[in-house]
């Protein structure tokens, strides 16, 4: 019976922001203020997209995507963050956690696909313009989009079963908000050794790939966009790239100094790094529809479109 309870642990306890205790409902507030903001301007975005035939175009198509995606990654973790924050609800079924930890991870993905789905969009209207709706057709727009979750589908779903064969017999509470992959697999008594080489290999053979290929697109955009002759031209071609690029370095940026700060930031508090941690999940969701709504003239055009059309009702 003991072994069985190891191999099925019934719930974590997940321990918040430890030396942080007395703040928890202060620090709460600014995450709620930011998941409504999320949840608001991607269903908001999504909206737009959908009833404006206009925004029919590929790059808001991924621009769907995306949003999507953000309300599935913030909802995955700033509602249980919240609970346990004013509720005190540290505890996490074992189900429950393997499902956050799979949309976390998934989402995270997903998200870094898009960016490069949408670096290939920009790469084709700046440099093969003449031929963009001939290669981003319906069709190639949909296989791109499966793909992409097809891709991410298969290279998560693994981490549930690497988990699931671990036994937790030492301690089953979490120093997180949490469930993340590495982060539970701690808590075994057992070999995680495979668990951390396909921790590493995931993100090797996904995100860093992506970054590249992103890379490798804007190099062949400004290549493309410093031939053109007119000033004129070169501005307008680099300002549809501006709110793309907003959004990957948002993205990219804190992901990156999280994976740092985790490796090498020994002397770094803990409290700290959970505190970034969160707001790295709570904070591009809730930024990324308001960069494309300022930067993109046809969002903001409908949007406000959209807010004169409430008023007169």
């Not at 539970?184 to 996904?206: E, H, K």
């Amino acid at each position: 019976m003991y072994n069985l309870s190891c191999y099925n642990p019934t719930s974590f306890f997940l321990v918040g922001i430890p030396g942080l205790e007395k703040f928890h409902i202060w620090i709460g507030i600014p995450f709620c203020v930011i998941y409504a903001v999320a949840i608001a301007g991607n269903f908001i975005l999504l909206y737009l997209i959908a009833v404006e035939q206009s925004l029919h175009e590929p790059m808001f198509i991924f621009l769907s995507m995306l949003a999507s995606t953000d309300l599935i990654l913030s909802t995955a973790t700033v509602p249980k963050l919240l609970s346990n924050l004013w509720f005190g609800s540290q505890e996490i079924t074992f189900s429950g956690c393997l499902t956050q930890m799979f949309f976390l991870h998934f989402s995270f993905v997903v998200d870094s696909a898009i960016l490069l789905a949408m670096a290939f969009d920009r790469y084709v209207a700046i440099c093969l313009p003449l031929r963009y709706n001939t290669i981003l057709t319906p069709q190639v727009i949909v296989k791109i989009m499966v793909s992409i979750v097809v891709r991410s589908f298969s290279v998560i779903l693994p981490d549930v079963f690497l988990l699931k064969r671990l036994p937790f017999c030492k301690t089953r509470v979490i120093p997180h908000t949490y469930c993340e992959h590495i982060g539970v697999a701690r808590l075994s008594s057992a070999d995680i050794s495979i668990n951390v080489w396909y921790g590493f290999s995931v993100p090797l053979m996904t995100v860093i790939s992506d970054v590249i290929l992103i890379a490798v697109s804007y190099i062949f955009i400004l290549r493309a966009v410093f031939l053109l002759s007119s000033q004129g031209a070169r501005q307008k071609a680099l300002s549809t790239c501006g709110s793309h690029v907003s959004v990957i370095l948002m993205f990219y940026t804190p992901a990156f100094f999280s994976i740092l700060a985790h490796r090498f930031g020994h002397s770094v508090p803990r409290n700290i790094l959970i505190l970034f941690a969160n707001f790295y999940v709570a904070i591009p969701p809730a930024l990324n529809p308001v960069v494309y709504g300022v930067k993109t003239k046809q969002i903001q055009d409908k949007f406000l479109t959209f807010l004169s059309l409430g008023k007169t009702q």
